[in-house]
């Protein structure tokens, strides 16, 4: 059987390390810290007690072939976005190649559970409305934490709610279908974020707050790290 391969989990651990080691902190602008440690605090309550518990038997259930595939069906799926806010972005070439790798993983790749584009080196972009945004010059907005949701901005908070209604699962129905997509969404994710826990240290707030904007800076830069030692010359 071959073995299904999910680059996901590989492009988040990348990331986290990228917020560790390249990343820089930013200012301390954040005047709803008070409210956003509060539910950061309940966040990390649900998540102990709840969240986290279920993604470990998640993990501890499905095989990693399994997994990989759940990934790859999700992934899949962002393509659509994906290829959307490219176009948005005047990215045609990127929203093109998305709609291929759409194409070619939905059919080829049984629905997306494979990732036929991936090894034939058509990657994907990683785009979204919040990135779009940035595009447009709308500013970020004031660093704030989502109950159940996490780190977020303003701007990212309303990105983040077009992107729901743009994914396709929303063509569901009945509801029941969408929260089922939705809920195993949610802990693969958490089942992949569970062999980089040990990375966090220090103050878990001001850790998650410059790693999600030193993340988000990242993609809207579209890679490109910013030296910040360019400035003292």
């Not at 393509?79 to 070619?104: D, H, P």
Request: glycine share 6%; aromatic share 14%; charged share 20%.
């Amino acid at each position: 059987m071959a073995k299904i391969v999910s680059w996901r989990p590989l492009r988040l651990i990348k990331l986290v390390f990228l917020c560790l080691f390249v990343g820089h902190a930013f200012a301390n602008d954040d005047p709803l810290e008070a409210g956003n440690r509060k539910i950061h605090g309940f966040n990390e309550y649900a998540d102990a007690k709840f969240l986290r518990p279920i993604a470990k038997i998640y993990e501890r259930t499905l095989p990693t072939n399994l997994r990989s595939g759940v990934t790859n069906f999700f992934s899949n799926l962002e393509s659509v976005n994906n290829a959307l806010n490219s176009a948005l972005q005047m990215k045609i070439g990127e929203s093109l190649q998305e709609l291929t790798r759409f194409c070619l993983n939905t059919t080829i790749g049984i629905g997306g559970f494979f990732d036929p584009a991936s090894r034939l080196t058509i990657t994907d972009s990683d785009e979204d409305f919040g990135q779009t945004f940035s595009v447009w010059g709308i500013g970020r907005g004031n660093y704030i934490v989502l109950p159940f949701f996490g780190p977020s901005t303003v701007k990212d908070a309303v990105g983040s709610s077009l992107d729901f209604i743009a994914n396709p699962t929303r063509l569901y129905n009945p509801t029941e279908q969408q929260l089922f997509f939705s809920a195993t969404d949610v802990v693969n994710n958490r089942a992949e974020l569970l062999p980089v826990e040990n990375v966090v240290f220090g103050d878990k707030y001001l850790f998650y707050k410059n790693a999600y904007l030193q993340r988000r800076e990242f993609l809207e830069l579209d890679g490109q790290v910013v030296d910040s030692f360019d400035d003292e010359f």
